[in-house]
């Protein structure tokens, strides 16, 4: 057992310890970067009224939230977007990553990478925001009501069922306001 008050970091060699504080270092500056291009992707999306709540951007549309959210890679700067529909009336408490199939994202993922200047953190916005645009809003508009409630929905089966209940009157208030609360949409 490690001793209360042990620091691992005291035991290092001086040469070590200074290696480990540049790493710490540089990981900070990589993820104050990266918050850099989701706050640049959040002013691109806003013309399309998405908010952001953390690294999940969404946009009420009826009984469904459409929603974005970029997964930062521990690796290193780059990113992952992931493209939903959570239908509001969904009973579950967290949101789950289903939705587009992740292969119509692939040729884009390669430009999901930053670094250390300001140039690469605005490409890395532009290129997020060009997926938006071409792969996520139609696919957004593709997936009607109809499509949604059917068993080629991309919902799982809470969020179909939820969402079949909402569209007879059968809606939980509770449910779409804990939907509202965790995509950051307004209560």
Same mark, same amino acid.
């Given at each position: 057992?490690?001793?209360? &008050? ?11 310890? @200074?290696?480990?504080?540049? *790493? $710490? ?7 104050? !970067?990266?918050?850099?291009? %989701? ?7 806003? *013309?399309?009224? +998405?908010?952001?709540? /953390?690294?999940?951007?969404? =946009?009420?549309? #009826? ?11 521990? +690796?290193?700067?780059? +990113? ?10 969904? /009973? ?6 289903? &939705? ?12 999901? $990478?930053?670094? !250390? ?24 508009? /593709? !997936?009607?009501? =109809?499509? %949604? ?8 089966? /809470? &969020?179909?069922? &939820?969402?079949? *209940?909402?569209?007879? #009157?059968? #809606?939980?208030?509770?449910?779409? @306001?804990?939907?509202?609360? %965790? ?5």
């Amino acid at each position: 057992m490690i001793p209360k &008050g042990f620091k691992l970091i005291d035991h290092l060699t001086a040469e070590q310890k @200074e290696q480990y504080l540049a *790493e $710490k270092e540089a990981k900070k500056i990589e993820q104050a !970067n990266g918050q850099k291009v %989701l706050r640049r992707f959040n002013k691109l999306v806003r *013309e399309h009224d +998405f908010t952001r709540r /953390s690294n999940w951007f969404s =946009k009420e549309a #009826g009984h469904v939230a459409h929603v974005i959210h970029f997964h930062k890679y521990t +690796f290193g700067p780059t +990113f992952r977007m992931h493209v939903l529909i959570r239908a509001l009336n969904d /009973s579950r408490e967290h949101v789950a990553l289903n &939705g587009m199939p992740d292969i119509d994202l692939h040729p884009y993922e390669s430009s999901f $990478k930053y670094e !250390n200047t300001e140039e690469s953190i605005q490409l890395c916005a532009d290129a997020m925001f060009q997926a938006f645009q071409e792969v996520a809003i139609p696919w957004f508009k /593709s !997936n009607t009501l =109809k499509i %949604l409630i059917s068993e080629k929905s991309p919902l799982i089966e /809470s &969020g179909r069922e &939820g969402l079949i *209940e909402a569209l007879n #009157g059968k #809606g939980n208030p509770e449910y779409v @306001e804990i939907s509202r609360k %965790l995509l950051g949409l307004k209560v």
